[in-house]
DNA sequence: TAGAGCCTGGACAACGTTGTCAGATGCGAG
DNA sequence: CTCGCATCTGACAACGTTGTCCAGGCTCTA
């Protein structure tokens, strides 16, 4: 039992090769081939042979050779803004998994909604020759990515759209889900409503705004600026926006929050308040059925935008589709409370 | 504008190589490696002149050639349970950010908690020879990865130990959290506590029911068997678990949960009842604060049990650690209510 | 001005695998 | 007994990059 002699007498390199495992079998390196993929014309004499010798030098086939010599890795990459928002793990998880039906792994990074390292993590996965790409774009030029798409690597951005490029896109209907969620406040007897939300060059944020604007011009009811307030997501910020639109001399009586990490943060800020405040948020959470009241929310199915998205790369990649599309899947408004109280006084 | 000409012309391989860049230059192959590289020697008009060609081209490097010629990958792997569960958002965003650090690209996978899915993701990942892994197990024989660790693949465990090999593993004090959490029940008054966990099998789950029954004996109170549930940790099985647990003749006062998923349901359930039940649940849960009571919780750091495994795989790739160490993070009980209550007649 | 030494650039092999192709072996038929 | 064919096996090149090594041109000094 010395297993803690870990990395002595190998340093690194000294791995065992076919040829190796040809010389020990005493075969050609071509057999070796054979035997490790499986493929036909190899005597069950010779496979037998050729197998004790991989077990006993414990020989893995390299794939950086194979992929080399073959052309294609059978990796897919995923870029997305924070695999720590509780928001993209279930949306990377269903990537993972269309990708393992197809025989692919996942390499995923994190963008930190930063632009410049999006395009470091794209341009670093290209150079491993991913076969393609799911890009959940942090910034708005994508153009650094064309030669790339020309030479082959299939790409589909997801939950907001390509800047400068023509690409396959999948998003959730940000406009009509803040929409239908601001318009139901209103049908509570709302018409002085918040709307905070994230950075504005963010597409999803700019939509959403787009939404919560058609709806009070719908029920004609004039915004006013300090109603709205946009930037990061940061507990900080959402604290401060919140309070700031809930104090004064003519306070909003209803909050629309613009992602799930601005609504727990609003849903704090509520729970201080004396005063009940409506709030419908997009984006479900956890436990949202269990608290006091229950927060109404505009859910999109991440998994499905996952889905959806590595669908459509392997369709790409079977060449089974030739122009980029903009798939737009639908948000469901689930009520449970918080988006029902009436306007206090 | 004919970014729509996506692969016509160019189906694969066609990409341009060094070859065809310094083609284009007009200089030589190990020039254009030069420049690509940043290595010293080449005059700032020649540079000039293969950046350009690589422009022009849209050139960019081969990485699988490059890790076939130099032998490191620079990238490690992450083989987790489930990627959507929001225990390991964190943990897996902390790897990556240490292994991004380091300028290594992070690949993983999700195990489904399969001892088999388990062995090929890590066999898969050792066949693109990743530098190292960090695997949270789901099987408990990890013999399979000696040849591996003895080749070279810098490997740490996270959240749980190894099975039948010696390596560096990273917990979290399951046992000593659990036994704190219901002596926490107990000392509010409790003696018929349940306790609902994962599968046997599981290392943390066996160390938490451990935990149990210590703080149980310490306290001088004999376990009943049907306090003790354990099996997988679905909406469905928790459910009845608690339920059977909390009705009949004598039902327990408190529950002890756990991990997230327990508790979620867990909550779902003592919510539905008239009388109250004391809770203590493993791992933090998001907005716990703000439920009807606050779920007292056994916080373990998700995020800091993925750094601390990242710095040692490292730490090994560097050179600067010799024997495989077993590194226990301590939890924290965070009371907020639930786990206050006393017990209902 | 010649020689030494430095700097730049390029030819070539090697990494480990797979595809091509040709050689070896064994068998049956004429 | 020999030929032909099918089956199995192995030699070799190629994938795109980097390390080694050498050649040629330059500068600097004596």
Same mark, same amino acid.
């Given at each position: 039992m010395?297993?803690?002699?870990?990395? *002595?007498?190998?340093?690194y390199?000294?791995r065992? @090769?076919m040829? /190796?495992?040809?010389?020990r079998?005493g075969v050609g390196?071509? *057999?070796?081939? %054979?035997?490790?993929?499986?493929e036909?014309g190899v005597?069950?004499?010779?496979?037998?042979r050729?197998?004790?010798a991989?077990?006993a +030098?414990g020989?893995r086939?390299?794939?950086?050779?194979r $992929?080399?010599r073959k052309g294609r890795?059978?990796s897919?990459?995923l870029?997305?803004?924070d695999?720590? /928002?509780p928001?993209?793990?279930?949306?990377?998880?269903?990537v993972?998994?269309?990708?393992?039906a197809?025989?692919?792994?996942l390499?995923?990074?994190?963008?930190?909604?930063d632009?410049?390292r999006e395009?470091?993590?794209v341009?670093?996965?290209?150079?491993?020759?991913?076969?393609?790409?799911?890009?959940i774009?942090a910034?708005d =030029?994508?153009?650094?990515?064309e030669?790339?798409i020309?030479a082959?690597?299939a790409?589909?951005?997801?939950d907001?759209?390509?800047?400068?490029?023509?690409a396959?896109?999948v998003l959730?209907?940000?406009?009509g889900?803040a929409r =239908?969620g601001?318009a139901h +406040?209103?049908?509570?007897g709302?018409r002085? #409503?918040g709307?905070i939300g /994230?950075m504005p060059?963010i597409?999803?944020?700019?939509?959403r705004?787009?939404?919560? %604007?058609a709806?009070?011009?719908d029920?004609g009811?004039?915004?006013e600026?300090d109603w709205m307030? +946009?930037?990061?997501?940061?507990?900080e910020?959402v604290r401060?926006?919140a309070? @700031?639109m809930l104090?004064g001399?003519?306070?909003? *009586?209803a909050?629309?929050a613009g992602n799930?990490?601005?609504t727990?943060t609003v849903?704090?800020?509520?729970a201080? %308040?004396?005063?009940p405040?409506a709030? $419908?948020?997009f /984006?479900d959470i956890?436990?949202?059925?269990?608290?006091q009241?229950?927060? *109404?929310?505009?859910a999109q199915?991440?998994?499905?935008?996952g889905?959806?998205?590595a669908?459509?790369l392997f369709?790409q990649l079977d060449g089974s589709?030739v122009?980029?599309?903009?798939?737009e899947?639908?948000?469901r408004? #689930?009520t449970?409370?918080?988006?029902?109280?009436?306007?206090a006084?």
């Amino acid at each position: 039992m010395a297993e803690t002699a870990r990395r *002595t007498e190998s340093r690194y390199g000294n791995r065992p @090769t076919m040829k /190796d495992v040809a010389a020990r079998a005493g075969v050609g390196l071509k *057999t070796v081939s %054979r035997v490790v993929n499986g493929e036909p014309g190899v005597t069950p004499d010779t496979e037998r042979r050729v197998q004790e010798a991989i077990d006993a +030098l414990g020989f893995r086939r390299n794939d950086s050779a194979r $992929v080399l010599r073959k052309g294609r890795t059978a990796s897919i990459g995923l870029v997305l803004e924070d695999l720590a /928002d509780p928001f993209y793990g279930p949306l990377s998880r269903a990537v993972e998994e269309v990708a393992r039906a197809h025989g692919a792994l996942l390499i995923n990074g994190s963008s930190a909604e930063d632009p410049d390292r999006e395009q470091e993590l794209v341009l670093a996965l290209c150079a491993r020759r991913v076969d393609g790409l799911v890009v959940i774009p942090a910034g708005d =030029d994508h153009r650094y990515l064309e030669p790339e798409i020309k030479a082959g690597v299939a790409t589909v951005f997801v939950d907001r759209p390509a800047g400068q490029i023509d690409a396959d896109v999948v998003l959730s209907d940000s406009f009509g889900g803040a929409r =239908d969620g601001v318009a139901h +406040l209103i049908a509570h007897g709302h018409r002085r #409503i918040g709307f905070i939300g /994230d950075m504005p060059r963010i597409h999803t944020a700019a939509e959403r705004l787009r939404g919560y %604007r058609a709806a009070m011009e719908d029920a004609g009811i004039p915004v006013e600026p300090d109603w709205m307030s +946009l930037g990061v997501t940061g507990p900080e910020r959402v604290r401060l926006a919140a309070e @700031t639109m809930l104090s004064g001399s003519s306070p909003v *009586t209803a909050v629309f929050a613009g992602n799930n990490r601005v609504t727990v943060t609003v849903v704090r800020v509520i729970a201080e %308040r004396a005063r009940p405040v409506a709030l $419908v948020g997009f /984006d479900d959470i956890e436990l949202a059925d269990l608290l006091q009241p229950g927060v *109404t929310v505009v859910a999109q199915d991440a998994a499905q935008l996952g889905r959806t998205a590595a669908d459509r790369l392997f369709r790409q990649l079977d060449g089974s589709l030739v122009l980029p599309e903009r798939i737009e899947l639908p948000t469901r408004l #689930i009520t449970r409370g918080s988006g029902e109280l009436p306007p206090a006084a």
